[in-house]
Every structure is written in C-alpha cells, then in structure tokens.
C-alpha cells in the first residue's frame, strides 16, 4: 500500500511539474506583431483582436505581445523587426502587403526567429524557411456580403422604392442596377474581393454593373468618402469597399438621410454605428483561426505552415451582423449560402457565373464562343515590375479546376486578376 501511495504521488508531482514546465513555457514565450496601423483602423483592429483571442486561449500574458503601431511599408519596418528580436520574440507577424520586402530581409538576418508576413505572397519561393505568408479565403465572406446587398436591391426593386422613374441616373441604358465599390489598390487582392462582391449581388439580381474607383491607400478616410460620394452621384445604389476607413460607410450614410437610395456594404469590422440606417452588413476576417494555430506551432517547437488560407470550412471568414435595412429574410438566405460554402458545394468564382471579353494584363485566359473563361494561367513569380524581371521565379499554374476559377490554392495570397464583363475600373484615383 506504501508503494502505492508512494507511487500515486510521485505521478503527482510530475504532474505537477509539466503543468509548472508548460505555464513557464508560456510565461517565457514572446510574440512581436508589426502594424500598418492601430485600433482606429478596421484592418489593424481585426488582426489585434485575433492576436489577443489567440493568446487568451493559449495562455499567453499581453506583456509578453510586443506590438509595433503605424510601421510603414519601408526600412522602418525591418528595424521594427530587428527590435523585437532583441526583445526576444521567437515569432515576428506583420500584417501589411508592403511590409513583405522587409520582413524577408529580417528573415535572412534573423534565422532563428520565424517571421510571418500576413497577405504576402513570395515565402514559399524564396528559399527563405522561417518566412511565412498566411491571408484568409476573404474572397468568400465578400461573395456572402454580396448576396445580402443584391436582397436588398431585389427588395428595393419589387416594392417599387428603386425604378428608374425615382431614380433614374440609377440604370444603365440596358436597364442594369449600377453598384460601386471603393478599392485601395488595383492589386489582384482587391481584384479577387471585388469581383467576388459584385458576383455575390449578380446571383440575386442578374442586371447589375459595378464601377470600380480606387484611392492608391489602404486607410484615407477623406479619400474613401470621396470616392463613395463620385460614385453616389454616378447612380450608384450600393456602395462595396477594400479600404479600410469609415468614410464610404459614412459618406453613404449621409446620402442616404438625405433622401438618396443608396446602401453600404463594409469591410473588416461592423460599420453599422458609424451608418446605422445605410450599413448592411461587411465581409471580415476571423484571424484568430489562424494565429491560434500559428502561435500554438511556434510555441511547440512546430513549423508554421509557409502558406495559409481558409475561409468558411475552417470559420475564418464571416460577415458581421446584419443592419436594420436588410431585406426581410436575409438571414436565413444567408445561413444556406455560408454551410455550401463551407461544404464546397458552391464555389465562388463558378466559371459559369460570368463572362470574359476584355483582354488581361496580368493572366494568359481562354474562352469559349459564349465568353466562358475554359482557361486561366497564372504565373506566381514575384516580379520587378520595372524591368519585369523575377525576383523569385514561381510556377506558372492553371487556375480553372473542375469549372471554377481556384483561389488561394497554389498560394494563401489572391491571384485572381481577371476583369470579367459586367465591371468597370476607373483608372483615375481619387484625390
């Protein structure tokens, strides 16, 4: 019985231990996280609060988070990330496009220390192993935000509020809807988000053409209003956005209050408080799907893959909640959408669901007599695009898998840059 006993509290003890040795673990464990922003912009303020879920759940104290606010995208970057190195971070995240360059030249400097730079788009070509890119499949939630702008515009349609006697400048000359979208940038991430946008309102409301204005900035409140405002005024009904400001949202608002018919559809976080009668809803990222489950392998001593991207099937994208102008019947249309999303029984860029007949610059694509896009190859180098030379040369892919276009498969980062018919890109920016 002695023995027992004896043997019951030895197992205790080191018990005991391992749960004393795992809290230490994580007591020492240091993360450093480099920001385009801070809190007061949607895109920053939804990474930080998927960093700070993340390390709730795994037990990490917020002194043991370094953050670096407002890096912008050139040297400063790299010495934001050779500080927290000296703080002792073993995991260094940056969360802009632009902050790549840099975070590659902290890797090669820094092998000991994994760096991950969020919606990047080279580390598994750069021969650099403790670089990683990790984005989500955002692409989907943005289709989903579509469906419930194009409810709305149904609605608006069948009760008679939107003809073209109320609102002429509102129709085309083929009697199409006109819809806008705020873009920051004509990059391909952007290009994916739109395009999955207007494809969401299309398989509502068939009649639909959407202009694109962009602003050359990810955060420009001034900027972003103005553009909401140019498209307003064009006819504009709903306003979609990749940028990261309240301004369209606020812009569409005031619009709205007085007297126009005109909607808004966010991004990254609820805008509803900022356009409480004009907000429909927005497309966000759930980050803490993904930085749980990369911090968790960096504290195990595991490798963080080179190359993320979920969506739906793994709760990392969704929709924030729906505002009191949505059509009657939204959420239940939407809950349907979501679960063949995250089964794959649908697929967001079908390539039945639309057509193709400007040329590309930036993919070699095929079409069929009717316009349907049979083949769409893109190269995945990471090129100087004033000599056009690669940097880091990547495959050339065929992105057209099984009748639909494959986003985020051969990489986390979007690739999707077709122009497909239907949309219209002003090449001028807002200034």
């Known amino acids: 019985m002695k023995k027992l006993v004896s043997l019951l509290l030895v197992c205790t003890m080191l018990l ?4 004393c040795g795992k809290t230490e673990a994580n007591g020492d464990f240091k993360m450093g996280v480099i920001l385009i922003g801070d809190d007061t912009e949607g895109y920053t303020a939804a990474h930080m609060n998927g960093i700070k879920a993340a390390a709730k759940s795994l037990g990490i104290a917020d002194s043991n988070i370094i953050w670096k606010y407002k890096v912008t995208e050139d040297s400063k970057c790299y010495d934001a990330a050779a500080d927290l190195v000296a703080s002792g971070c073993k995991v260094i995240f940056s969360n802009s ?3 790549q360059t840099f975070m590659v030249q902290a890797a090669e400097a820094f092998p000991d220390v994994t760096f991950v730079s969020m919606t990047g788009d080279f580390a598994a070509i750069s021969g650099v192993d403790n670089l990683k890119n990790a984005f989500t499949k955002v692409y989907e939630s943005r289709y989903v935000s579509g469906v419930v702008a194009g ?11 939107l ?25 391909s991430e952007v290009v994916s988000g739109y395009t999955a946008f207007y494809l969401g309102v299309k398989s509502i409301m068939p009649n639909v053409v959407m202009e694109v204005k962009y602003t050359n900035e990810w955060f420009n409140i001034d900027k972003e209003a103005a553009a909401a405002e140019a498209l307003i005024a064009s006819g504009c009904v709903i306003i979609g956005q990749h940028a990261d400001s309240t301004g369209a949202p606020a812009a569409t608002e005031k619009r709205l209050n007085n007297g126009r018919i005109c909607y808004s559809v966010g991004y990254n976080v609820d805008m509803i408080e900022t356009a409480p009668n004009a907000a429909l809803t927005s497309a966000t990222n759930t980050w803490s799907a993904y930085y749980t ?14 190359d993320w991207a979920e969506g739906y099937a793994k709760d990392a994208v969704a929709i924030t909640k729906l505002g009191n102008s949505c059509a009657e019947g939204t959420a ?4 349907d959408i979501e679960a063949k999303l995250k089964a794959g029984t649908l697929k967001v860029f079908d390539t039945d669901t639309f057509t193709v007949s400007m040329p590309q610059n930036t993919c070699t694509v095929e079409t069929d007599s009717n316009g349907k896009l049979t083949s769409c190859k893109v190269d995945l180098s990471f090129m100087d695009f004033s000599t056009m030379t690669p940097i880091y040369k990547g495959e050339t892919v065929e992105c057209i898998r099984d009748g639909a276009f494959e986003e985020s498969y051969f990489r986390s980062a979007p690739y999707f840059s077709v122009r497909i018919d239907g949309i219209v890109e002003n090449a001028t920016p807002v200034e």
């Open 97 to 99: 496009y632009g902050h």
């Open 332 to 335: 239940e249309y939407v809950a």
């Open 16 to 19: 005991a231990f391992g749960a």
């Open 293 to 306: 489950e990369a911090i968790k392998n960096a504290m195990d001593g595991k490798d963080i893959a080179v």
């Open 163 to 187: 003809t073209a006697a109320v609102q002429p400048d509102s129709f085309d000359a083929n009697g199409n809807i006109k819809i806008g979208y705020v873009g920051a940038y004509d990059y």
């Open 151 to 161: 409810l709305k515009l149904k609605e608006l349609v069948e009760s008679g509020t």
